[in-house]
C-alpha cells in the first residue's frame, strides 16, 4: 500500500483530510517529513516544509517522488507557484489541488503520480540490473578473448615447431593436414583479436571531441591505399561535418564500411560515394557502393559478432567489422543500418548527433 505523508495543518483540515484518505492509502501524519511515496502539503505549511522536503525528493533522485498542493481560495498564496506558460527549472510541487477537494478528482491524480513513482522505480531498478549485467559482460568478453590467446599462441608455436623439424618427414597428406591446422589457428587468432578489439570500444574509448570527418575520412582512406590500388576502387565524397566524437573509433567505422564496399564488389572495379545529410538534429553519414548487394533476409544479422555471408576462402574476414561498428555507433549514440538491393549494391548510414553550437 501506497504511504502519504500528511503535511497539512489544523486550518487545512487535517483530520478530515486524514479520514479522506485513510480508506485508500496509509496515511502518516507526523511533523517531521518522513519517508513516504507521496507527500500532501497545503498552501500554509508549504513555506514551513519547503526545506525538508526540498532534501527528501533530492534524496529520492532520480525515483519521482511526488509533492501534492492543496490551494485554498481564502487564503493569500503564500509562495510562488510554477507558471505552466514557462519552462522553468523542475519544482518542487508536481500537482495542485483546490480546496475544497473533490473526493474523486483528488484520487485520480495521486494514484496518477503513484503510478508514475512506480513507474520510475522499476525503471531503475532495471537500469541498475541492466548496467550490472553489461558490466560482467564486458569483463566476460574482455577475459575470454585476452585469456584465449595464451593457449592460442602455444598451437601456432608447436605447430611451426613440427613443421620445421618433421615437416620433411611429412607425406602430401601430412602436410595438407598440418596446413590446415595452422590456417585454423591463424583464423582463431584474428578472430580473437576482434573481440578483444570489440570488447575495447568502450573500456579502451578515448574522450569525446571535436572531429573533422573529413580528415577522418582522408585517413582511412590513406590506410587503405593497398587495398584500393589491388581492386582499382574509386572513392568520392561530399563535404563532411564535424561532429563530437571519437576520431580513433569514427575513422575505424569509416574505414571498415569503405573496405567492406571494397571487399564486396563484383566483377567491376568498386566506386565508392561518402555522403553527409542533416535530418533535424542528426547527421546521416552513408557509404554507398555498387557492389554484390545484400539479401534483405540478411541485412540485420550481418550487425552481429562472426556473422559472415561469405566462406574464408570467397572473402578473407573475420565477420566482427560491422558488429564493431554498430558497437562504435552506438557508444556515439547513433543508429546504422543497411539499404541494399542484391546484385546492385548497398547504402550503410549510421546517424550521429549534430554537435551542440558552442554559443557565443
Ligand atoms: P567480414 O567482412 O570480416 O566478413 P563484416 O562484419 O565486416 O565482416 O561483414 C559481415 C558480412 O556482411 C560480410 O561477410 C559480407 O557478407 C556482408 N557485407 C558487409 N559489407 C558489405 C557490402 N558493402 N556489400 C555486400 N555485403 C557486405
Not at 183 to 196: F, T, W
Not at 223 to 241: C, R, V
Amino acid at each position: 500500500m501506497n504511504t502519504i505523508q500528511l503535511l497539512v495543518g489544523d486550518e487545512g483540515n487535517r483530520t478530515a483530510v486524514r479520514r479522506l484518505l485513510e480508506e485508500h492509502y496509509e496515511v502518516d501524519t507526523d511533523r517531521t517529513v518522513r519517508k513516504a511515496d507521496l507527500y500532501l502539503v497545503d498552501d500554509r505549511t508549504f513555506p514551513e516544509y519547503h526545506t525538508d522536503l526540498s532534501e527528501r525528493v533530492e534524496q529520492s533522485h532520480p525515483v519521482f517522488c511526488p509533492v501534492v498542493l492543496v490551494r485554498r481560495e481564502a487564503n493569500d498564496v503564500q509562495i510562488s507557484l510554477p507558471n505552466p506558460n514557462e519552462r522553468e527549472d523542475p519544482v518542487l510541487v508536481d500537482d495542485i489541488v483546490d480546496a475544497p477537494l473533490d473526493r474523486n478528482l483528488l484520487f485520480r491524480r495521486l494514484d496518477t503520480l503513484l503510478v508514475r513513482r512506480r513507474q520510475s522505480k522499476d525503471l531503475m531498478h532495471y537500469v541498475s540490473k541492466l548496467e550490472k549485467s553489461n558490466a560482467s559482460l564486458k569483463q566476460f568478453a574482455y577475459a575470454a578473448s585476452h585469456d584465449l590467446q595464451e593457449p592460442l599462441r602455444m598451437v601456432s608455436s608447436y605447430l611451426q615447431l613440427i613443421e620445421r623439424r618433421y615437416g620433411d618427414a611429412l607425406d602430401d597428406d601430412g602436410e595438407e593436414f598440418l596446413e590446415y591446422a595452422v590456417d585454423g589457428a591463424e583464423r582463431m587468432r584474428d578472430m580473437i583479436e576482434g573481440l578483444l578489439e570489440y570488447s575495447r570500444v568502450d573500456t579502451r574509448g578515448e574522450m569525446m571531441e571535436t572531429v573533422d570527418l573529413n580528415r577522418v575520412l582522408e585517413d582511412a582512406i590513406a590506410n587503405l591505399q593497398i587495398k584500393i590500388e589491388e581492386y582499382d576502387a574509386t572513392i568520392t565524397s561530399d563535404s563532411l561535418p564535424s561532429v563530437e566524437g571519437d576520431g580513433g573509433q569514427l575513422r575505424q567505422l569509416i574505414q571498415n564500411l569503405l573496405s567492406n564496399a571494397i571487399e564486396y564488389s563484383g566483377e567491376d572495379p568498386p566506386r565508392i560515394h561518402v555522403s553527409a545529410e542533416r535530418v533535424g538534429s542528426e547527421w546521416q553519414i552513408s557509404v554507398r557502393d555498387d557492389g554484390i548487394g545484400i539479401d534483405p533476409d540478411d541485412q540485420n544479422r550481418i550487425f552481429d559478432v562472426f556473422q559472415r555471408l561469405h566462406n574464408h576462402d570467397e572473402h578473407p574476414g573475420t565477420g566482427i567489422g560491422l558488429a564493431l561498428c554498430q558497437r562504435i555507433v552506438d557508444r556515439h549514440d547513433g543508429r546504422i543500418w543497411v539499404d541494399s538491393t542484391v546484385g546492385e549494391g548497398s547504402t550503410f548510414t549510421f546517424t550521429l548527433p549534430v554537435a551542440a553550437d558552442p554559443g557565443p
